[in-house]
């Protein structure tokens, strides 16, 4: 039987569901053997502890604004990134021996697109970051995710401690440059208030606004004697004379009060207002320059803190140690097949007969009571 003769006998259709049973067969049993494993490990990155200790400390609210500085990454991504890097797949490649010759792969580069195939890791809800290796082999699958789970350990620590000295350095210069700008506001507000000799000049402005008050308030009950005089006496009355030099007499001190003049005794209320501005901004620069250094004390606290937490190699809480799932698996390549030939079976025996697809001259079949009228 020729060539030709055997694919003309795939009109028949009992020959093609032969052919349908044994694929069918063969695609099931490529399915389930052989049997493929899955090895899992789940991880959640960092270490609450330093965020506890430094909670206690009581710096915990302020040194957020610090976020901008050191560039505020979510610690799930940045865990994740890592462990696909090239770094983590070189150090499991050389913790299971997997390159070289007499080795499973002949070089590194093959060994890690090898694992970047069998290997998936990925973020959970919560940050969890979660490891699966599929093998055929169990032992290789779980000593893979091991490998895994260890060489991103070690990654990561090693990452934290770099961030750890990277924000040291910084939070250093810019606590030794705040305490210069203290130092130098607290100089210059002890000098202005030795040369003002004064100790609090919000106390003396109160002070001499209480005495201004004071003379204001006898100057308008003497212009309310004044104006009663006139309008009940002439003005040649004495008494009218006497309040009427009262009154100057008043205005006159309100208006010395309110002007700035050197010599005098004590600082009036113009010259207390002027040293009050510039205190008032002497005052703000010192305050700012010692919020701004006790801001930056507190960073170094917890820095200090955070460098003796990532002196601890294990920078990733283990959640759920690498096991092999006791769940069966089945080859996905087989799988995805069988479903393909199932849908050849439907394409070529029911829709391909139902609309003449393969025979167009025959055009699209005839149910039984539309064949029925032109039979009779």
């Known amino acids: 039987m020729t060539t030709l003769q055997r694919i003309g006998r795939l009109r028949e259709r009992r ?5 349908y049973l044994v694929l069918g067969a063969v695609l099931a049993v490529l399915c389930l053997f052989p049997r493929p494993f899955m090895a899992r490990a789940k991880v959640v990155p ?47 490649v050389a913790r299971l021996n997997l390159a070289g010759p007499g080795r499973p792969y002949a070089d590194e580069r093959t060994a890690l697109v090898a694992l970047g195939k069998r290997v998936d890791v990925h973020s959970l809800l919560g940050g969890i970051i979660e490891f ?28 934290v401690r770099t961030q750890v000295s990277r924000k ?42 209480t005495v201004r008050a004071g003379l204001e308030g006898q100057l308008q009950a003497k212009q309310v004697e004044l104006a009663t ?43 207390i207002t002027a040293v009050t501005l510039t205190y008032a901004r002497l005052y703000r620069t010192y305050v700012f320059a010692q919020g701004v250094s006790d801001v930056y004390s507190r960073a170094a606290e ?10 601890d190699r294990a920078q990733l ?27 050849l079976v439907v394409f070529v025996e029911v829709y391909a007969p139902a609309t003449g697809l393969f025979d167009p001259g025959a055009g699209p079949r005839r149910t039984g009571h ?7």
């Open 15 to 19: 020959v093609r569901l032969i052919i």
């Open 46 to 92: 960092g270490d609450n502890n330093a965020a506890s200790l430094f909670s206690m400390s009581g710096a915990g609210s302020q040194l957020q604004n610090l976020a901008s500085l050191f560039g505020d990454r979510s610690a799930t991504e940045v865990t994740l990134q890592l462990a696909k890097s090239d770094a983590v797949g070189r150090e499991v």
């Open 132 to 159: 699966e290796t599929r093998a055929y082999d169990q032992d290789w699958a779980l000593a893979v995710t091991k490998a895994y789970v260890d060489a991103m350990s070690e990654r990561m620590g090693s990452y």
């Open 168 to 209: 040291r350095r910084i939070v250093e210069d810019r606590l030794g440059s705040s305490q210069e700008r203290l130092i130098q506001a607290q100089a210059q507000l002890e000098a202005f208030r030795k040369a003002n000799r004064i100790a609090d000049p919000g106390a003396q402005l109160g002070e001499q606004l």
């Open 229 to 271: 005089l006139r309008a009940i006496s002439g003005p040649e009355n004495p008494r009218l004379k006497v309040v009427a030099g009262q009154v100057a007499s008043l205005q006159s001190q309100i208006a010395r009060a309110a002007t700035a003049s050197e010599g005098q005794p004590s600082p009036n209320v113009g010259a």
């Open 302 to 311: 917890e820095i200090a803190v955070q460098e003796i937490v990532s002196q």
């Open 317 to 343: 809480s283990v959640i759920d140690a690498p096991h092999v799932d006791a769940d069966r698996y089945f080859n996905t390549t087989a799988v995805a097949l069988l479903a393909l030939l199932a849908a």
């Open 370 to 376: 539309e064949a029925g009228p032109q039979a009779e």
